[in-house]
């Protein structure tokens, strides 16, 4: 157990919607990551947020935006879904921005 | 050509076998995780390196920045090492962007 979790586990939702993923981060760890794992583009890096400000931006499609909170907990909006955002959505933490702790995963279904 | 390249793709080893993975890059970096995914889909990262290397149990990483490559060793390997093997490059963008390699699965028989 890496300490971050991650809910919810499975999301199966329908075309057009919106869906939000949420991330609580190790105890005391300022960073958070998220990363995109799907079948045909492999692990890709969405975005980083470091004590609640935007650090850095890859892969990350307009349609999905994210945010830090206070409390340091995450969450990755996705709208406007299509087929093609069906994948294995993880969060990552880090306390220095070295060293990752990756949480268990949201598996996303687009139907 | 991808910026990240890693071999083998798939490795099926006997029990008690040294193992290497290779891992090149194209661009700069600053540093370099080697990740693990195991048939559930969790992640573990094992390494982060930024130059020479690191052991951690029968794990063993090694980077050498200036040729751009990276290898992981695993030795006496056991089925429990059987995962998927992903190495992520961080490049020396001015952002924290990974960029990530496809993968070797290994398999490792009893």
């Known amino acids: 157990d890496s300490g971050v979790t991650q809910t919810p586990k499975h999301l199966i939702t329908a075309t057009g919607q919106r869906v939000t993923l949420r991330c609580s981060p190790r105890s005391g760890d300022l960073s958070v990551y998220w990363y995109q794992q799907s079948l045909d583009q492999g692990l890709q890096f969405l975005i980083q947020?470091?004590?609640?400000?935007?650090?850095a931006k890859g892969n990350i499609l307009e349609r999905f935006s994210a945010q830090q909170f206070p409390d340091l907990h995450s969450e990755l909006n996705l709208s406007s879904l299509e087929l093609g955002d069906s994948a294995l959505y993880f969060c990552?933490?880090?306390?220095?921005?070295?060293?990752?702790?990756f949480g268990p995963g949201t598996r996303l279904t687009v139907l | 050509k991808n910026e990240v390249e890693q071999s083998p793709q798939n490795l099926t080893a006997q029990e008690g076998e040294f193992i290497t993975i290779n891992c090149s890059y194209s661009v700069g970096i600053s540093a370099l995780h080697w990740l693990q995914q195991h048939p559930g889909g969790g992640i573990v990262s094992l390494f982060m390196l930024s130059s020479g290397k690191k052991k951690h149990g029968r794990l063993i990483a090694t980077i050498n920045i200036q040729e751009k490559h990276s290898s992981l060793h695993i030795t006496a390997s056991h089925p429990r090492d059987s995962a998927v093997y992903i190495c992520?490059?961080?490049?020396?963008?001015?952002?924290?962007?990974?960029?990530f390699g496809t993968g070797t699965r290994l398999k490792v028989l009893a």
């Open positions: 990552a933490s880090s306390p220095n921005e070295g060293d990752q702790f």
């Open positions: 992520a490059p961080k490049p020396t963008s001015g952002t924290y962007k990974y960029i």
């Open positions: 947020y470091y004590n609640g400000e935007e650090r």
